[in-house]
């Protein structure tokens, strides 16, 4: 049975760099072929924007929504 929605909380933020980019590589093809929407919740930006077809920031407890992949750029958040 497939989830209708992943949440996934911070996932990668105690890895490092290597692992990171090779756990990203391995999650983006996993969820793009079984076609699972996802939550995913982070603090990096470059993270997000690599991921994400779009993104919604929490700013000062009002949800501002940006788009990636090229069709905005990233306005705000942590480059981490």
Do not use: M
Not at 10 to 29: A, C, F, G, H, K
């Amino acid at each position: 049975h497939k989830p209708d929605l992943l949440l996934v909380d911070e996932p990668l933020s105690q890895l490092d760099l290597e692992t990171t980019e090779r756990i990203t590589l391995r999650l983006q093809s996993y969820l793009a072929s079984k076609k699972i929407s996802t939550l995913w919740i982070t603090h990096r930006t470059l993270e997000a924007d690599r991921l994400a077809d779009q993104v919604l920031e929490l700013q000062s407890s009002h949800l501002e929504q940006r788009f990636c992949n090229g069709s905005q750029p990233s306005r705000s958040g942590n480059p981490d």
